[in-house]
Structure formats: C-alpha cells, structure tokens
C-alpha cells in the first residue's frame, strides 16, 4: 500500500506553455527541454485547454502567451480575469513586435503578466516568467454552493452584461464543472430580446404553450428540448435554437469527457486523478474553514484469491457491491474514489459542517464507517456461492485532518500505515489515528496513539 499520489520535482519540463494564435514565436519555444508547448487558435479554446487534467508528466507551472491583436483592451480584461478564475497562479503574457510594443503602454492595466516581443526566445520568457507577479488581493476557493450563488448574482444582472463577458462567465461555469444550462439561456434572451423565451427540455414538445410558436434544440439528432417565445419572428427563433444547441451539445460533451477523465467506469466512484486534484482543494478549504476533514483508506483483505478461485467476473462484482454499499451509507457530501485495484478512500467532507447539532466529527463517521464494514461481511455475493457469506472483509486505516496529517500526502501516508495496521493485527479491523481518537473523545494522550472499530 505505498502511495505517491503528488509528484515530486523532476527533470524534463519545468514550464507548460500554451501559445494562443499564429506565431513564430512556437519554432524557438520547441526547442528547449524546459518547456513543455501546446497550441491554441484563439483565447477562449486556450482557457479549455488550462483547465485540462495536469498528469505526473505534465510541469506544474503555466504561461498562456497571446498576441495583442487577438484581444480589444475590454476584451484582455475579460480574458485575463477568466483565465486566473480557472487557475490563480497562471502568467498570462501579452505578444507583440517591436513596434506595437512602443504603442501599447502598460500592458498590466489590461490584465496581462509581462509583455513579450516576437522575437524572444525560450530564455527569454523563463526569465520573464521568473519575475515575481504584481501583489494580487488573495481569491479564497470556493464551494460549489458558493458558486451557484455567485452565478446567480450574474443572471440577475444579465442584461446589463455585454454579451462577450456572458460568454466568459457561460464558459466559467462550463469549465468548473456547473451547469451551465441557465446560464446559456440568460445570454439567448439577452441576444433576442426577449424576456419571455422558454426553454422546456424532452423529445417532445410542451402542451401547454398555446398559440406561441416552438423551435427544436437538437443536434445529431439528439433533441434537447424545445424553445418557446411569442415576442420573436419564428425565424428568430429558429436561429436562438441553433444557436442553443451549439452550447448544449458542448455542455453535454464537456460533461461526458469530466466523467470519462475522472470517474471509474467499472464501479462509477471517482478515480485516482480526481482523488489527486481534489483532496488538496478540500483541505485548503478545511483550513479556511478551521474544520476537520477524514480519510478512510481501505481495501479488501485477500482479494486476489477471489480472482483465483471464483474468476475476474467475481471480482469485479465483489468491486462494484462494494462501493454500491458504501455509497449507501455515507452522507451526499462525502466522495468515494477507487484508487487502486481493490484499494479505495473516502473524504468525509461537510463544508457546511454538521447537519445536527448533536452531529460531531468524526464520531458520526466512525459509526457510517463501522455501519459499512459490517454490511461487506454480512452482504451475500451471488458469484461466490452460498457458502461464502461472511468470509468477504476489509481493511483500513482513519485519519483525520489536522492531527493526522497536515497537508494531502501527510494524511494519506497517516491512513496507509493505519490500514496496515489493520493488516497487522489480523484484518477485519479499521484502525483509526489520534486525529479521530481525539476528535471522537477517546483521546488518550499520545500522539502516536490508534484505536479500532
């Protein structure tokens, strides 16, 4: 059960470029090992590619380069506000010849990091990339809820944004994950003028529109929905729903690649990547917040010789029961991600805290954990054979944030050498680190004490 979920530094690539628009620039760039260059054709596709996964290859450091002539001075703000919302610590670096240079002044004014000339090379933007950023006033993360609200802040106003930061704020939530949907309406009532367009969802259309004409939102033959609005011209209308359908398709692909980037196709839990993106953000929330946060690693015991004796096919029930009971059990704001072949953690996370009064973390978790390991040796896996019930146990390790470990690596070792305690001590048994002991009130004074359930 050793884990490296974080990378450490390595040789290679140190600085991941993404360089917007038709460049010279790309030919000198390509040739330095220290960077690692992606192509983009305009602005907006460069903020997709931003917020694509970073594997354990991939450096962790990113410029976007993007020539001046792409973007009007409203149009860099917009850009540049939308690219550190995706990701705080981009350089974002303004493209110029010489000559435009010497036209266009401060370049900070308009959101940019540094301008650079056409003419630079690799060592040329290390060095400029190198430069410590102007003070910015420090953006906390947000919670999802925190999200929605500010959002819907944004459709409040809607008709008092211009259409081209819509499309911003439209592609922010896009891109973090939200739906979108809403927002893409708000931006075709403002593109129309119309306040009275509806949008009712399903392959048929709505009865109960009356004389209003309707328009289908389709693409490839796949109906999202359906259009409504007396106050337009059934051509007009006819072109907010092609228009519509452009952007549902994109949210909808958008979220089926999310799900096939971060979700495990066999057991439908998230995946180790999402594991490793998302448990860092949660703790700094955790510690924003000033509350705990656990971590249940487990897996289960003896695995490979189900695989041997009953098959693969039985295994890979065994798997995909196994999180179908967990899920059962924990809270709507808890994860489970599949991490291994047979090795899982679940976050217990509650960003708004407790539900109850008389709720305590983790003592509520620590009965939702036992609760679990008691339905796996009781569950009756029908690949296994009538003989088999209560012979299927598992093994794991607690730990609790910030006792237990202080950052994501610290509480992942933590509950690694629990759960191989567990082993240790003759499986069946979630060993639980003072962090839990302490939170739970069976502190017994010693760092290094455990318990079990």
């Known amino acids: 059960?050793?884990?490296?979920?974080?990378?450490?530094?390595?040789?290679?690539?140190?600085?991941?470029?993404?360089?917007?628009?038709?460049?010279?620039?790309?030919?000198?760039?390509?040739k330095s090992p220290a960077i690692e260059l992606v192509r983009s054709l305009s602005p907006v596709a460069s903020l997709a590619e931003l917020t694509l996964p970073i594997d354990g290859e991939s450096p962790r450091r990113t410029a976007i380069i993007v020539s001046h002539r792409l973007l009007s001075g409203a149009e860099a703000q917009q850009f540049t506000s939308a690219a550190r919302s995706l990701d705080p610590e981009v350089r974002i670096v303004a493209l110029a010849t010489d000559a435009d240079a010497e036209q266009l002044g401060d370049v900070q004014e308009l959101g940019f990091d540094a301008l650079i000339s056409d003419r630079a090379d690799a060592r040329d933007l290390q060095v400029l990339v190198a430069t410590p950023r102007q003070p910015q006033t420090r953006r906390e993360p947000e919670h999802a809820g925190d999200r929605a609200e500010s959002q819907e802040r944004a459709l409040s106003h809607a008709s008092d944004i211009d259409p081209a930061s819509m499309e911003i704020l439209l592609l922010r939530a896009l891109l973090a994950g939200d739906d979108a949907t809403n927002m893409s309406l708000s931006l075709l009532k403002q593109r129309v003028g119309a306040a009275d367009l509806t949008f009712a969802p399903g392959a048929e259309p709505p009865k109960d529109i009356g004389d209003a004409p309707v328009a289908e939102v389709s693409r490839n033959d796949h109906t999202f929905g359906w259009l409504s609005c007396a106050s337009v011209s059934t051509s007009e209308l006819a072109d907010g729903a092609r228009w519509l359908s452009y952007w549902m398709a994109l949210i909808e692909q958008h979220l089926q690649l999310k799900r096939a980037a971060f979700e495990d196709s066999l057991t439908e839990s998230w995946n180790r990547r999402y594991f490793d993106q998302y448990l860092p953000r949660a703790l700094e929330q955790a510690r924003i917040d000033r509350r705990d946060l656990t971590l249940l690693l487990f897996d289960i015991?003896?695995?490979?010789?189900?695989?041997?004796?009953?098959?693969?096919?039985?295994?890979?029930?065994?798997?995909?029961?196994?999180?179908?009971?967990?899920?059962?059990?924990?809270?709507?704001?808890?994860l489970v991600c599949r991490i291994g072949g047979d090795e899982f953690v679940v976050i217990f996370d509650e960003p708004k805290g407790p539900r109850t009064t008389t709720s305590r973390h983790p003592s509520s978790i620590s009965a939702i954990a036992a609760r679990f390991q008691r339905q796996i040796v009781e569950h009756r896996f029908p690949k296994l054979g009538p003989e088999a019930l209560g012979t299927l146990t598992i093994s794991g390790g607690m730990a609790t944030y910030p006792w237990d470990g202080h950052d994501a690596v610290s509480l992942l070792e933590r509950a690694d050498q629990l759960a191989l305690q567990s082993k240790g001590a003759g499986k069946n048994l979630i060993t639980l680190g003072q962090g839990a002991l302490r939170a739970i009130g069976r502190d017994q004074g010693d760092e290094k004490a455990t318990g079990s359930l």
């Open 301 to 334: 015991d003896d695995f490979k010789t189900y695989n041997d004796e009953f098959g693969h096919a039985a295994g890979d029930e065994i798997l995909r029961e196994t999180v179908k009971l967990l899920k059962s059990v924990i809270r709507p704001t808890d």
């Open 1 to 30: 059960m050793t884990h490296a979920p974080f990378p450490a530094e390595q040789d290679g690539p140190d600085l991941r470029v993404i360089l917007v628009g038709p460049s010279d620039l790309d030919r000198r760039l390509r």
